[in-house]
């Protein structure tokens, strides 16, 4: 074994320390980032993981309210880590509560969910436990993509150009149903 110096000690010392600080100044930077991102997303089209607001814990059957929220964030469970994101939502009129996804076959998340899925809702600062399932019967489909028209074409805001009152249901848009998870 080499014989080093005691300058050479000093510095590789000084060196291992500097690293070690490093280190964790990273790991810290790394937290405080993932605790931003978690705090504040989904943001528009980035995933967020856990869905903070006050609990709904009574079971919901008219979701018709929903029609007055511009976005509805999504958290599903895959795997070990929760995957949240915005996307719109829509209330029929009888009060049935679904959701919309665009090219969805194509969604990250749309691949994850399975029969009656848990899931979590927010609407307007609220947090639902819910269910999921996909929607694949025409007639329901139609029923939704007209609920998705009407809130689009009533709601304003961040929807600039609604699509007019009897544009087609495009062949790659999906739909879910959402139920109140007791």
């Known amino acids: ?37 978690t705090t504040v997303c989904p943001c528009e089209r980035t995933p967020g993981l856990y869905l903070f607001g006050d609990a709904g814990e009574e079971s919901v059957a008219d979701w018709t309210f929903a029609n007055d929220v511009e976005l509805c964030a999504l958290q599903i469970q895959v795997g070990l880590r ?25 969604k990250y998340w749309a691949s994850k969910v399975e029969t009656d899925e848990p899931a979590r809702l927010r609407l307007d600062g609220v ?7 996909r929607v694949t019967d025409d007639a329901t489909m139609d029923l939704s993509w007209q609920a998705r028209i009407s809130k689009l074409r009533s709601i304003g805001g961040y929807v600039t150009n609604p699509p007019p009152a009897d544009a087609p249901r495009p062949y790659r848009w999906w739909t879910f149903r959402v139920e109140s998870r007791s």
């Not at 050479?8 to 291992?16: H, L, N, P, Q, S």
């Not at 929760?82 to 939502?89: D, Q, R, T, Y």
């Not at 947090?127 to 399932?133: D, I, S």
């Open 127 to 133: 947090v639902y436990p819910v269910k999921l399932n």
């Open 1 to 37: 074994m080499e014989n080093r110096s005691g300058d050479e000690r000093v510095v590789m010392v000084i060196t291992a320390t500097m690293l070690k600080r490093t280190g964790l100044g990273v790991l810290v930077a790394v937290l405080a980032v993932l605790a931003y991102w």
């Open 82 to 106: 929760p995957h949240a994101i915005n996307l719109n939502c829509m209330a029929t009129d009888d009060g049935n509560l679904y959701l919309s996804c665009s090219v969805c076959d194509t």
